[in-house]
């Protein structure tokens, strides 16, 4: 008999942290201040959520592979597969036994059906599992990135295999999000090992001698603090996975999974309908940011938080071989009028046909959602408050509807859910 999902949930006794995507209070202070435009309020429909799938410990990800269907992974360690709205669900992969204790950001945190998935075939599965005896003892843990084959909603256990394990210095800052992209490739969101300010054990030396560290700003002793993209429809060598031959590395000194480096904790991320990569990467104590990420970018980290200076007064503009580092197209502070910023979670741009008003928006919150999303319009990247009733009060992340609309993944009082994003 399979296991219910309510059966796992209640088996993972450890109550799951509400710093799941930022930073502890006790981190050190961070960049030098900014002007940041007051957000104005959002004047379209007043909108709300419609629960789609309920009873969750942190609902982490969801994945619609087609029309009303859903598979919601939750940080406590279930995969649930819906075939229908506010359906009990039609399968649960229970995948506790190989993952750490979750706790805090650790845990069942993304999944990424492949594109050829047509019912059966093939989902990838990001997860903390324990320290690997080849690993430096004093770490915490590993990351891995693993594939199984999947029919009729539930994983085969049986079938995972292994595609990528990275030591893990500390617990936080592990990012999380995999998906692919519209070349057919896995992009992989790693953050920089955690901590804080990209220092301590685990973080390595860089070229910039403002701060210590770290390992957001390297290349090639590790890949954290990166977006990572492989091939997964190939191998070579040694490796589960092949690397794309226009990787920006490739041939050059640093790790060719690299596809661009300079974050912190890049927790969620997505592709635009014209394909472009939007990156929210968590940060530390000042500001919280989105980037536009293209080949081959340095975002930043730890020389930059947000557009200013970390820990300095002033900072470099350029990465060591004169490249401009990137500042984001969006950015607000934790202490900004209008708004409180914790700890940013991305979303989409939004090009569903049910709530015209958002259409070519870039939709996403805060994780301290206080009942609103943050809406940014690209003319100017403003950023707009939207009101929305019936989510928790703490977002996760976002997904998507085979038709474009809008999911938001939250917890709170009553409990996380998967809501779809509609008109009040």
């Not at 590790?222 to 996975?241: A, M, Q, W």
């Amino acid at each position: 008999m399979r296991p219910t999902r309510r059966d796992i949930l209640a088996a993972t006794g450890t109550a799951l942290s509400a710093a799941i995507a930022g930073c502890s209070s006790g981190e050190s202070e961070s960049s030098t201040a900014t002007q940041t435009p007051t957000p104005t309020r959002y004047r379209g429909p007043e909108l709300a959520g419609e629960a789609v799938a309920s009873g969750f410990r942190a609902p982490i990800d969801v994945v619609a592979p087609h029309a009303e269907a859903y598979f919601v992974a939750d940080q406590s360690g279930a995969v649930s597969y819906f075939d229908a709205p506010n359906a009990e669900p039609v399968a649960v992969t229970d995948l506790t036994d190989r993952m750490t204790e979750p706790s805090g950001e650790s845990g069942l945190l993304g999944i990424a059906l492949h594109p050829e998935y047509d019912g059966s075939g093939r989902m990838y599965v990001r997860y903390s599992a324990p320290l690997r005896d080849r690993m430096p003892s004093n770490y915490s843990h590993t990351f891995v990135l693993s594939e199984f084959r999947i029919s009729d909603g539930l994983l085969d256990l049986g079938s995972e295999r292994v595609v990528l394990e990275i030591a893990e210095p500390q617990g936080n800052h592990n990012a999380g999000a995999v998906g692919f992209g519209p070349d057919g490739y896995l992009y992989v969101a790693v953050g920089d090992g955690g901590a804080a300010n990209d220092q301590s054990r685990g973080h390595v030396d860089d070229w910039y001698d403002g701060v210590e560290g770290g390992n957001g700003q390297d290349v090639s002793e590790n890949l954290l603090g990166s977006i990572l993209r492989i091939d997964v429809d190939t191998d070579e060598g040694d490796r589960p996975y092949g690397i794309p031959e226009d990787n920006p590395l490739v041939g050059e000194a640093g790790l060719d999974e690299q596809y661009a480096w300079g974050f912190r904790n890049p927790w969620r991320f997505s592709f635009g309908p014209d394909g472009r990569l939007f990156v929210a990467d968590v940060g530390q104590n000042t500001y919280e940011e989105i980037n536009i990420v293209e080949k081959g970018g340095n975002y930043g980290w730890n020389v930059r938080e947000g557009s200013g200076c970390f820990q300095a007064d002033s900072c470099p503009t350029t990465g060591p071989d004169g490249e401009e580092l990137v500042e984001p197209v969006i950015e607000y502070p934790h202490d900004g009028d209008g708004i409180t910023g914790v700890s940013v979670i991305g979303g989409y741009v939004y090009d569903g046909d049910d709530i015209p008003a958002l259409r070519g928006r870039y939709v996403f919150a805060d994780y301290v959602a206080q009942g609103r999303l943050l809406v940014a319009s690209e003319d100017d990247w403003s950023l707009q408050t939207a009101p929305i009733a019936g989510i928790g009060s703490q977002v996760l992340s976002f997904g998507r509807t085979a038709a474009g609309e809008l999911l938001v993944c939250s917890t709170g009082e009553s409990g996380g859910a998967v809501h779809r994003i509609e008109t009040a």
